[in-house]
């Protein structure tokens, strides 16, 4: 069984389609890579995956469980939605970390509020909130961070930034880690730092999926890359396939701009 | 030097009425002008058109013509002076108009307060499992605070000297009662010294709020 299966995903904005039925499937521990080029609808499909926009029509299913079904109106709610999410998670191009928060407060936030609808919230509070703490520090740890745990965001780097914001991210331990595009806002020097960290998660079996332009690391990394072109998957397969051995001629395109 | 203690007696007892124009304006006019901003902020198209006219009536026109139509209107027109004679009438005409006034500049403020927020602070909130007011609590109230922080001041400040267009409609406040030594008043009259003293309240009461305002401020100077 596949932990993500994603079947017939379209969606458009206004008049102009975007995705136009993406399919694929996602095995547990897994890492998934997706390239292609600008305005192939990448972000877009990351973004209906964490229910940011909601797809025209396709079926979304994680362990088997349908999460979104277009033809379904029962799973449309917002309220479910909001539950659906923490299926998955999302790092950003740009961070988007709390600027009012520490490192370790970006990481724990989201956890501390979901602990307050636990029942036993109110009689362990304190044990509770310790548990978080102990785990966002580790994760912090984990990232390289544990000298800049009680920084501002704007008193990091950006690979810094980052790299919290992977933690944010792993602190709801989320079937699926999605990363768009996660060092293009970095410096060149700074990318390494941001790419170790995710192929160490790699190795720990984290299953995630990679927008990326990064192409060595995306061979390096992934068990399977999906080359994108005007919201189609155009090709799918083991990363040896498709960056040695491209069937399509548009991947073989793409990809010559990358080998010069 | 006998007049001295009688003119501050009227002064102070003027000031009051300036301090309570001025609190009673802003207390009525931060929770309406968020109103008014949700309104003009709304994706139904007859609300925001209809807040935005508003704003731009009240902004567009003086404050002191409002205050006069706010106050003369009900009894003059209608035959039906709804708020009442004497002080207490004049203070509840000018302090509604001060509200309605201020609410409309505040609601601008707020709005670029609002919409200068990233749209990627709610898109991370959500990612996170957060909803929408936990969001709007935790992550863009403060974000949104700090940045409409420096033009209210502004705003604050400019009220504190534009409660004196209240004396247009003889609102005892402490231009008024500067200036009823100038016609007569406890056997003063003819006095301009009176007036200057004015300008020492003013600037004391701008200069500390402007002290609060600068600290309030810089409180929110650690994250950016
Ligand atoms: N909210 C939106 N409204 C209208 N059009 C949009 C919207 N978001 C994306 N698009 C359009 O959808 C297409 C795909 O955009 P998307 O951001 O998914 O591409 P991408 O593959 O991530 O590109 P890049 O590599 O530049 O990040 C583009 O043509 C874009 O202009
Ligand atoms: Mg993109």
Not at chain 2, 191 to 217: C, D, H, N, Q, R
Request: charged share 20%; hydrophobic share 45%.
């Amino acid at each position: 069984m596949s932990i993500l299966e994603v079947k017939n995903i379209s969606k458009s904005f206004e008049n102009t389609k975007v995705l136009k039925d993406i399919n694929f499937t996602l095995e547990k521990g897994e890492v998934l890579s997706i390239i292609g080029s600008s305005g192939s609808g990448k972000t877009t499909l990351l973004r209906c995956l964490n229910f940011l926009e909601r797809p025209d029509r396709g079926i979304i299913k994680v362990n088997d469980e349908i999460l979104f079904n277009s033809e379904d109106p029962n799973t449309l709610k917002e309220a479910e939605i909001r539950k659906k999410r923490l299926h998955f998670g999302l790092v950003f191009q740009s961070f988007n970390l709390f600027p009012q928060y520490t490192a370790l407060e970006n990481v724990m936030l989201a956890k501390q509020l979901l602990a307050k609808q636990l029942p036993e919230y109110k009689t362990d509070k304190k044990d509770i909130l310790n548990d978080i703490k102990n785990q966002a520090e580790e994760l912090l740890i984990q990232m390289g961070l544990h000298d800049r745990m009680s920084n501002y965001p704007h008193q990091l780097s950006g690979g810094q930034c980052q790299r919290v914001a992977i933690a944010r991210a792993l602190a709801l331990k989320p079937d699926i880690l999605c990363f768009d595009e996660p060092t293009s806002a970095l410096d060149p020097e700074l990318t390494g730092e941001v790419l170790k960290v995710i192929k160490k998660l790699s190795e720990q079996n984290t299953t995630m999926i990679i927008v990326t332009h990064e192409m060595s690391f995306a061979k390096d990394v992934s068990n399977q890359v999906i080359f994108m072109d005007d919201g189609y998957v155009l090709e799918c397969g083991k990363p040896s396939q498709i960056f040695d051995n491209p069937a399509n001629e548009r991947t073989r395109q793409f990809l010559s701009h990358y080998n010069q | 030097m006998k007049q001295l203690p009688i003119v501050i007696g009227s002064l102070n007892i003027g000031f009051l009425q300036t301090l309570k124009l001025f609190f009673v304006t802003l207390i009525g006019s931060f929770p309406l002008g968020l109103i008014i901003a949700f309104g003009s902020m709304s994706r139904f198209a007859p609300v925001k058109y209809i807040s935005k006219l508003f704003v731009w009536i009240i902004r567009g026109t003086p404050l002191m013509l409002q205050m006069m139509i706010i106050y003369y209107f009900p009894g003059l027109v209608l035959h039906n002076n709804i708020w009442g004679s004497g002080e207490m009438g004049r203070f509840l005409a000018a302090s509604v108009s001060f509200i309605i006034n201020y609410s409309c500049y505040f609601s601008e403020i707020y709005r670029g307060g609002i919409q200068s927020i990233p749209i990627g602070q709610e898109e991370a909130g959500l990612v996170l499992g957060m909803t929408k007011s936990q969001i709007f609590f935790k992550v863009t109230l403060l974000q949104m605070i700090k940045r409409i922080v420096p033009p209210i001041s502004n705003e604050i400040i400019t009220l504190v000297k534009d409660t004196s267009l209240a004396r247009i409609i003889a609102l005892q406040e402490i231009i008024w009662a500067g200036q009823s030594f100038l016609k007569g008043s406890h056997g003063i009259s003819g006095a301009i010294w009176p007036l200057f003293f004015t300008m020492i309240y003013y600037l004391v009461f701008s200069g500390i709020l402007t002290v609060l305002l600068g600290k309030l401020e810089k409180k929110l100077n650690y994250f950016r």
